[in-house]
Protein backbone atom coordinates (compact mmCIF):
# COMPACT_ATOMS: atom_id res chain seq x y z
CA UNK A 1 0.00 0.00 0.00
CA UNK A 2 1.32 3.40 -0.81
CA UNK A 3 -0.47 6.89 0.01
CA UNK A 4 1.53 9.92 -1.63
CA UNK A 5 0.63 13.47 -1.48
CA UNK A 6 1.78 16.23 -3.48
CA UNK A 7 1.47 19.85 -4.21
CA UNK A 8 3.31 21.41 -1.19
CA UNK A 9 5.51 24.57 -1.74
CA UNK A 10 6.09 27.89 -0.83
CA UNK A 11 3.65 30.40 -1.04
CA UNK A 12 2.96 34.06 -0.02
CA UNK A 13 0.86 34.75 2.84
CA UNK A 14 -2.83 35.26 1.38
CA UNK A 15 -2.18 32.68 -1.45
CA UNK A 16 -3.46 29.60 -2.32
CA UNK A 17 -2.05 26.16 -2.63
CA UNK A 18 -4.06 22.23 -3.60
CA UNK A 19 -3.10 19.15 -2.24
CA UNK A 20 -3.28 16.20 -4.12
CA UNK A 21 -3.34 12.57 -2.25
CA UNK A 22 -3.45 8.82 -4.18
CA UNK A 23 -3.79 6.05 -2.09
CA UNK A 24 -2.64 2.59 -4.26
CA UNK A 25 -2.25 -1.05 -3.47
CA UNK A 26 -5.19 -3.55 -2.07
CA UNK A 27 -6.77 -1.09 -0.11
CA UNK A 28 -10.22 -1.97 0.51
CA UNK A 29 -13.37 -0.35 2.54
CA UNK A 30 -12.12 3.31 2.98
CA UNK A 31 -14.36 4.95 5.22
CA UNK A 32 -12.24 8.19 5.65
CA UNK A 33 -9.59 9.90 3.49
CA UNK A 34 -8.11 13.58 5.07
CA UNK A 35 -5.37 15.45 5.96
CA UNK A 36 -3.25 16.40 9.16
CA UNK A 37 -0.58 18.61 9.44
CA UNK A 38 2.62 18.66 12.05
CA UNK A 39 4.68 22.03 12.66
CA UNK A 40 7.87 21.97 14.06
CA UNK A 41 7.54 21.80 17.83
CA UNK A 42 4.12 20.76 17.55
CA UNK A 43 1.74 17.83 17.90
CA UNK A 44 0.38 16.75 14.58
CA UNK A 45 -3.42 18.01 14.18
CA UNK A 46 -6.41 17.59 11.94
CA UNK A 47 -7.10 19.62 8.87
CA UNK A 48 -9.87 17.77 7.29
CA UNK A 49 -11.03 14.52 6.35
CA UNK A 50 -14.26 13.22 4.46
CA UNK A 51 -15.67 9.96 5.52
CA UNK A 52 -16.72 7.26 2.21
CA UNK A 53 -20.38 8.73 2.90
CA UNK A 54 -19.08 12.52 1.85
CA UNK A 55 -19.72 13.98 5.38
CA UNK A 56 -16.68 16.57 6.04
CA UNK A 57 -14.99 17.34 9.05
CA UNK A 58 -12.71 20.26 9.61
CA UNK A 59 -10.10 21.55 12.26
CA UNK A 60 -10.97 24.74 13.73
CA UNK A 61 -8.14 27.14 12.86
CA UNK A 62 -8.76 26.23 8.53
CA UNK A 63 -12.85 26.48 8.69
CA UNK A 64 -14.02 28.37 6.16
CA UNK A 65 -10.48 28.69 4.09
CA UNK A 66 -10.08 25.37 3.24
CA UNK A 67 -12.36 22.61 0.94
CA UNK A 68 -11.64 18.91 0.90
CA UNK A 69 -13.13 17.00 -1.70
CA UNK A 70 -12.40 13.30 -3.28
CA UNK A 71 -11.72 12.77 -6.61
CA UNK A 72 -14.02 10.48 -8.76
CA UNK A 73 -11.07 7.66 -8.07
CA UNK A 74 -12.48 6.45 -5.06
CA UNK A 75 -8.42 6.53 -3.92
CA UNK A 76 -8.02 10.04 -4.29
CA UNK A 77 -8.65 13.28 -2.25
CA UNK A 78 -7.68 16.85 -2.71
CA UNK A 79 -7.60 19.70 -0.11
CA UNK A 80 -7.67 23.25 -1.28
CA UNK A 81 -6.33 25.51 0.64
CA UNK A 82 -6.90 29.39 0.48
CA UNK A 83 -6.49 32.60 2.23
CA UNK A 84 -2.85 30.62 3.54
CA UNK A 85 -1.53 32.41 7.14
CA UNK A 86 1.88 32.19 7.84
CA UNK A 87 0.74 29.49 10.66
CA UNK A 88 -0.29 27.29 7.98
CA UNK A 89 3.13 26.00 7.54
CA UNK A 90 3.49 22.69 8.19
CA UNK A 91 4.19 18.92 6.91
CA UNK A 92 0.92 18.04 5.66
CA UNK A 93 0.08 14.19 6.17
CA UNK A 94 -2.42 12.29 4.03
CA UNK A 95 -3.80 9.69 5.76
CA UNK A 96 -6.20 6.63 4.89
CA UNK A 97 -8.69 4.64 7.28
CA UNK A 98 -10.37 1.91 6.56
CA UNK A 99 -11.68 -1.93 7.15
CA UNK A 100 -9.67 -5.03 5.73
CA UNK A 101 -12.49 -7.42 4.43
CA UNK A 102 -11.43 -9.69 7.83
CA UNK A 103 -12.73 -6.82 9.59
CA UNK A 104 -9.24 -5.14 10.71
CA UNK A 105 -8.95 -1.64 10.50
CA UNK A 106 -6.28 -0.30 8.90
CA UNK A 107 -4.54 3.33 9.14
CA UNK A 108 -1.91 4.42 6.91
CA UNK A 109 0.00 7.54 6.10
CA UNK A 110 1.40 9.70 3.42
CA UNK A 111 5.29 10.52 3.63
CA UNK A 112 3.89 14.19 3.61
CA UNK A 113 4.76 16.84 1.98
CA UNK A 114 5.87 20.26 3.24
CA UNK A 115 3.81 23.92 2.84
CA UNK A 116 5.32 26.82 3.76
CA UNK A 117 3.76 29.98 3.90
CA UNK A 118 5.40 33.76 3.81
CA UNK A 119 5.02 36.69 5.65
Known amino acids: VHVVESGGGLVQSGGSLRLSCVASGSIFNIDDMGWYRQAPGKQRELVAV???????RYGDSVKGRFTISRGNAVKTVYLEMNTLKPEDTAVYYCNVKGLEPNTKPYDYWGQGTQVTVSS
Open 50 to 56: MSSGGRE
